[in-house]
């Protein structure tokens, strides 16, 4: 099963400007949490952003939470050809399954150099 | 450390075959998934184990797919009766509490 939406499904941009990419959820949430998965590697964590939180910045990722809208985005800035991948919003929910933890679709970003 | 490790890396099996994969978490997390991933999809749920205990099922996960966590350590996923629609990623992640940590996956293919 599957909980998050990304939004869009695929962005194609230049090295150095901004990438930006949504998720959308459907049940209240604990914490969500941003992946990122190259071609032929594994999923790597990049953020978590708690659901008492709004806000939050780690380097060049910059990632929002509206809990009233049940959505979250992920701000890359100053892209690099290095950031191309897809990129994976994940929710750990409340209540009977808490710490079961459900990814979407993802979103393929490609930076061209 | 050397982090989540899966056993094998490549599966061929015919349909009909059984198949078990391995998963070795990383030492002292408590939370162990399997997930089941298909070209341009993200991971799909099929399971979680808090130690020993298996919390959750999804119901992507037939009776012919079985998951094991002996003494909260290293875990086993077996599909019996392999049929063609089984061919995909599989990937198992560790977490000793909110993020999880992936291992490389296992890939089966069966023809």
């Known amino acids: 099963s599957q909980q998050g939406e990304e939004d869009p499904q695929a962005l194609s941009i230049q090295e150095g400007e901004n990438a930006t990419m949504n998720c959308s959820y459907k049940t209240s949430i604990n914490n969500l949490q941003w992946y990122r998965q190259n071609s032929g590697r594994g999923l790597v964590h990049l953020i978590l952003?708690?659901?008492?939180?709004r806000e939050k910045h780690s380097g060049r990722l910059r990632v929002t939470l509206d809990t009233s809208k049940k959505s979250s985005s992920l701000l890359i800035t100053a892209s690099r050809a290095a950031d191309t991948a897809s990129y994976f919003c994940?929710?750990?929910?409340?209540?009977?399954?808490?710490?079961?933890?459900?990814f979407g679709k993802g979103t393929k970003l490609s930076v061209k150099p | 450390d050397t982090g989540v490790s899966q056993d094998p890396r490549h599966k061929i099996t015919k349909r009909g075959q059984n198949v078990t994969f391995r998963c070795d978490p990383i030492s002292e997390h408590n939370r162990l998934y399997w997930y089941r991933q298909t070209l341009g999809q993200g991971p799909e749920f099929l399971t979680y184990f808090q130690n020993e205990a298996q919390l959750e099922k999804s119901r992507l996960l037939s009776d012919r797919f079985s998951a094991e966590r002996p003494k909260g350590s290293f875990s086993t996923l077996e599909i019996q009766r392999t049929e063609q629609g089984d061919s995909a990623m599989y990937l198992c992640a560790s977490s000793p509490g909110l993020v999880a940590f992936f291992g490389q996956g296992t890939r089966l293919t069966v023809v």
């Open positions: 952003i708690r659901s008492n939180e």
């Open positions: 994940a929710t750990m929910n409340y209540g009977g399954s808490q710490g079961n933890l459900i």
